[in-house]
């Protein structure tokens, strides 16, 4: 957080002592997420670096920021490639509020192709929204009112308590996460799997692999826009 608090009054204000608190603070850029949020001063850094007076300041953070994002957006692109499923994530990035680190990293891949033009880095990310709508190994869209296979039971009282069978829709669900930390909370309700990619449980015990949250739906508006946006015609 303090990195990324620097990067924002750094671009703000163009002194060099935010600057200095950056460099301090600041880590290998990483895909961002609940507990870690330095790497959104990265790109903050790449997106308006060029606004800073400080010629030199200027060049030394926007290169640096270059290079730390097209680092971590080829890593994913890579291992996007690799996978049969054509995503970045590993098995260790299935955990409670997967779908976001799959959207994150989507995040991260845009910010590569703003940064390169190539067009690796914009399939890559379009792949990670495609994951999310449907083409996954549960083929369930996790979206909420979207697709044939959709969420109907989310961990969200709203959903659960309106009169409505349907879920409000438009959330994401959390994803599959097979940790399974609810299972006391579900019991006579089984999990699919505890593969990683399928250990997902369509129930409103499931806070574990369906809840829903405000800042797991941030990166799907993000990407989904950003997709629109910067997809050539």
Not at 11 to 31: C, E, I
Not at 113 to 134: E, F, K, T
Not at 186 to 203: E, F, I, M, T
């Amino acid at each position: 957080m303090s990195a990324w608090a620097a990067a924002e009054l750094y671009v703000l204000t163009g002194d060099g002592a935010y600057l200095q608190a950056f460099n301090a603070h600041a880590r290998d850029a990483d895909v961002p997420g609940f507990a870690s949020v330095g790497t959104l001063g990265w790109i903050s850094l790449a997106r308006h670096g060029q606004h800073l007076q400080d010629a030199a300041g200027r060049r030394e953070a926007g290169e640096r920021a270059r290079a730390q994002l097209l680092a971590l957006a080829t890593r994913l692109a890579t291992q996007s490639r690799q996978s049969p499923w054509r995503v970045a994530m590993q098995p260790a990035d299935f955990v409670w509020g997967s779908n976001a680190v799959a959207m994150n990293q989507a995040l991260v891949l845009l910010q590569g192709y703003r940064l390169s033009q190539q067009r690796q880095y914009l399939d890559a990310a379009q792949s990670q929204l495609d994951y999310v709508l449907g083409r996954n190994p549960l083929g369930v869209s996790f979206v909420t009112g979207h697709g044939l296979r959709t969420p109907m039971h989310i961990h969200h009282r709203p959903s659960q308590a309106d009169g409505i069978a349907e879920p409000v829709p438009g959330w994401l669900s959390g994803g599959p996460n097979p940790r399974q930390q609810d299972l006391a909370d579900c019991k006579g309700v089984a999990y699919a799997s505890s593969l990683p990619a399928l250990s997902w449980l369509d129930h409103a015990c499931s806070y574990a692999s369906n809840e829903v949250a405000i800042n797991w739906n941030a990166p799907l508006v993000y990407v989904s826009a950003g997709l629109l946006a910067l997809t050539p015609p």
